[in-house]
Every structure is written in C-alpha cells, then in structure tokens.
C-alpha cells in the first residue's frame, strides 16, 4: 500500500487540485504524491500508448517534458499559494531538459520540482526525473515562470483550487 | 517492420503519415505531418485531452514540447535519411505566447548535422507563422 503523504505534506491536495485540473496529465494519469513550500513529487505510470521508440517500447522524451513541466509548474503554484496564500497560475517562460537516460519500460517515472527562487516577477525551478533512485536520474530541467499576479484568474479556478 | 524501414518506405513512397503512425505517442497527441516539396509541415489537430491551463483554455506546454520534440526527430530520419530514430540529448523551449485550443503547426531546421550529434531549431504557431506560440533548439545522438 503508497504511504499517505497528506499529514507530512499538507500542500499535497492543493499541488492534486492543479494537477488534475490539466486535461494532458488526467489523460496521462499522473498522481500528485507529495508537495510542500520547496518541492512537488509526481508520477507517472508505464503507458505503451506514449512509447516513443517502438523497438524498445521505451516512452518518448516529450512525455517526460510534459511530466517535468507539470510538476515545475505545481512547485511554483504551490509555493506562491504557500508563501501569500493567494492562488496565482504562472505560465512557463522556459524550459530546458537534459535526457541522460532513456526509461526502463513498464516501471513508472517520478517527476520531482522544486522552486528554488521566488521573485516579485519570476520563478526559478528545477526538476529531476527518475525511476529506481534520485542518483541515477532520467533527464534533469531548469525552467523559468512568469509571474502574473493573482487578479488575473477567474472565480472558478480560484474556487476548484481552494477546494470549494 | 522496424521504424527505419519505415522511414524508407515512407521516403520511397513520399508518405510520412506511415511513419508517425508507428509511433504511438504521435498517435496519442494525434500529430499529423505534409510535405511541401522539400518542406515538412507537423500539424497538431485540436484536441481536448492536450491542454492543460484550464482557464484559457491552452495547450499544455509540455504538449507542444513534445510535438516540437517528436516533429525534429522525423525531420532528421527523413532530411539526413538516418537508419535508426535518433536519441535526443537535450532540448531547450521558450513559450513565447500562449497555445490556444485551436490546430498548431510546427517546422524544423537543421542547423548543424555532424557525425554523431544533430542540431535542430524548432518553431511552432498557430494563426501566423511570423507569431511563434514557441521556439525550442534540440540535439540528437544519431549513432
């Protein structure tokens, strides 16, 4: 059985509440597993649908672009709700990954974000993606966010992200 | 019959529909691809389960990347007629506008092909292609 993670992390169900609001990872089935002020932890369960490379059933890079840019995104969201208790969607700026190994098909892949630096006007992130161990990473990012401030969203998405 | 052959045939045959076929997550974003004499032109239809900002509503960005990611790779197969799907070591976006719920296209330039890396720019669009919603450089191992 996965451990709850909501007693040590308390942010998880908001980190959950913007997650599953995105069409792409409902559609990928990513979990939100944890998320505090520093970090966002996601997975992403084996798909032969997203394979990438036939031969190997290996999945495609994008997907864990998709996977790291989704969790790069939770970490901002979830430490600017954290830090003003406001809910503020940032769109990202930039991204870039760096694939050091290809996935092992069938096992799941873990997104871990963490937003290092939270400026009046940008977020700074960085993510790993991994499947045995955080030591033998998958692929690495470092993105940008753009702050746009709270009074942009609209009532709906302030309401489904606070839970109401 | 392995993707190299396809991309062969697909080549022979002047059909890359073949090639995207055989990829699943190409199937799975529904991207499509046209060649226009020496061009190729990726498309991505719409699509609801490809967007993420709920509020726009928009494309996810890592969809984009991704469609940016998977159209480079077959331009390398089928420009430099490489006989195995090239790894991709790196890629680098920037969003420069927001991707709409509405059909995206994206085109690609080799801009160095040595021995073993590949290096390729990648812009995408929706309404003008002079508007970019975003541009992204990769590199490939070609091996």
Not at chain 1, 14 to 40: I, M, P, W, Y
Not at chain 1, 62 to 84: E, F, K, P, R, W
Not at chain 1, 94 to 101: G, S
Request: charged share 20%; net charge neutral.
């Amino acid at each position: 059985m996965k451990p709850d993670n909501r007693d040590f992390f308390p942010l998880t169900a908001f980190a959950k509440r913007f997650v599953d609001q995105l069409a792409q990872c409902r559609e990928l089935g990513v979990n939100t597993l944890e998320a505090s002020e520093h970090h966002v932890l996601l997975e992403l369960p084996y798909n032969p649908q997203v394979i990438g490379y036939p031969d190997s059933g290996v999945i495609h890079g994008g997907v864990i672009t998709t996977l790291m840019d989704t969790a790069c995104g939770a970490a901002v969201i979830t430490a600017i709700y954290h830090q003003s208790g406001e809910v503020e969607l940032s769109p990202t700026l930039d991204l870039r990954v760096d694939y050091m190994k290809s996935a092992t098909p069938e096992k799941p892949v873990f997104g871990f974000a963490e937003c290092f630096k939270l400026s009046s006007s940008v977020a700074f992130v960085r993510a790993i993606a991994y499947q045995d161990s955080m030591d033998a990473p998958l692929a690495q990012a470092v993105g940008s966010f753009m702050r746009i401030g709270s009074e942009l969203m609209t009532d709906e998405f302030r309401r489904v992200m606070e839970g109401n | 019959m392995s993707v190299a052959n396809e991309v062969a045939a697909a080549a022979a045959r002047n059909d890359y529909a073949g090639v995207l076929a055989r990829v699943p997550y190409a199937q799975f974003i529904g991207m499509e691809c046209e060649r226009f004499g020496d061009e190729l032109v990726f498309r991505l239809p719409p699509k609801k389960s490809n967007l993420g900002n709920p509020m726009l509503p928009a494309l996810h960005g890592g969809v984009i990347s991704g469609f940016m990611e998977m159209a480079a790779s077959v331009q390398l197969m089928v420009m430099m007629q490489v006989t195995r799907v090239p790894r991709i070591v790196d890629f680098s976006v920037d969003y420069l506008r927001a991707g709409y719920a509405r059909e995206a296209y994206c085109e690609c330039k080799i801009t160095r092909q040595g021995r073993r890396v590949a290096n390729v720019s990648i812009s995408a669009w929706q309404t003008n292609r002079k508007q970019p919603i975003a541009t992204a450089r990769a590199h490939f191992l070609l091996d």
